[in-house]
């Protein structure tokens, strides 16, 4: 399996060079691509930028909701976590059905890539991140039908998905042991509050990490959060959506270590948690049904489903 679905719509270099010197010539500077992710490409552009492209047609509206509301939730992060909040929007031309952003160019390790035994470093920083996020939204909040919604929502398709064989299929888990987890979750009082904003995608994946200071690449200096990508899910509604991250970013001892700074940001209770776990199988598991887990996004998946039964 690839380690994303397959596209609707093949991007290459040549077709980003040949939008960007129509619709934002200020931007200069040689093309090449980056990585092919779920649901957009992205593109090196010269030294500064980055081109987010999608690649499949549901992503289009992901992209114009960053282009409008990215700035608002990023403003909030900490300091020294920073966003690719897009600086030029593109529009559809040329053959390109979709819109397209170009962002600032980002420096840092993707978390993917990293131990998640060293990615402990960052569970208090991610704790402050999901806080800082998760505020009260305006009405006029995006609306999403996979994130931020009542779990119930999302009991139909994890069931099949639990039931339908497939897991056992591509991954070593117990899957009877991940449908007790499901039903836990399902048993936990939803959400009761006004809705907050929600990521919706905090997962290894959309995480750049850097060294301490005086630590160079695979010297000891332990690992900092220098930036969250991908608010293309943003949206409004249960926050414990994010708290999936928990089980999607750490191990065991890099959760508890999140949990604990959770408790002192902001209040939450064991219903919180019970349905931050059922996000963390949700999104787990649809990560290894879709593309397996030979790649680091499919190992991503895994990790969650193998956290999820630890606790």
């Known amino acids: ?19 960007v010197a129509a619709q934002h010539p200020s931007f200069t500077g040689p093309v090449e691509p980056v990585a092919n992710g779920w649901d957009n490409a992205i593109f090196r552009l010269g030294e500064r930028w980055a081109v987010r492209m999608p690649r499949r047609s549901l992503a289009d509206r992901l992209v114009r909701s960053e ?7 990023a ?14 929007a593109g529009a559809p031309a040329l ?3 979709y819109a397209w952003s170009i962002v600032p160019w980002l420096e840092g ?5 990293v131990d998640p035994a060293e990615r ?3 569970a208090e920083a991610l704790a402050d991140v999901v806080a800082a996020i998760g505020v009260p939204a305006p009405p006029g909040a995006p609306a999403n039908r996979f994130r931020g919604v009542p779990l119930a929502a999302r009991d139909s398709v994890v069931a099949e998905r639990l039931a339908s064989g497939r897991l056992e299929q591509v991954v070593s888990t117990d ?13 936990a009082p939803p959400w009761a509050g006004a809705p907050r904003w929600v990521h919706g995608d905090l997962h290894p994946g959309n995480l750049l990490l850097r060294r301490g200071e005086g630590g160079a690449r695979g010297a000891g200096a332990e690992w ?3 930036a969250v990508l991908d608010f293309g899910d943003l949206t409004a509604g249960d926050p414990a959506t994010d708290l999936a991250a928990g089980w999607l970013v750490f191990d065991a001892p890099g959760r508890s270590a999140f949990r604990n700074r959770m408790a002192g940001l902001r209040a939450t209770d064991g219903a919180d948690w019970a349905r931050a776990r059922g996000w963390a199988l949700a999104m787990g598991s649809a990560i290894v049904d879709t593309v397996g887990v030979g790649g680091p996004i499919g190992r991503v998946g895994a990790h969650a489903l193998e956290q999820v039964l630890l606790d």
């Open 1 to 19: 399996m690839a380690d994303a679905p397959e596209a609707d719509v093949e991007v290459d270099a040549g077709l980003v060079a040949r939008l």
């Open 75 to 88: 403003g909030s992060l900490p300091d020294g976590v920073r966003a690719p909040v897009p600086v030029a």
């Open 95 to 97: 053959g390109y059905p």
């Open 67 to 73: 282009q409008h509301w990215m700035a608002v939730v």
């Open 224 to 226: 900092q959060l220098a």
């Open 175 to 187: 899957v009877s042991a991940l449908a007790a987890v499901w039903a836990d979750a399902m048993a």
């Open 109 to 113: 390790e993707v978390a993917a890539s």
């Open 120 to 122: 402990r470093s960052v």
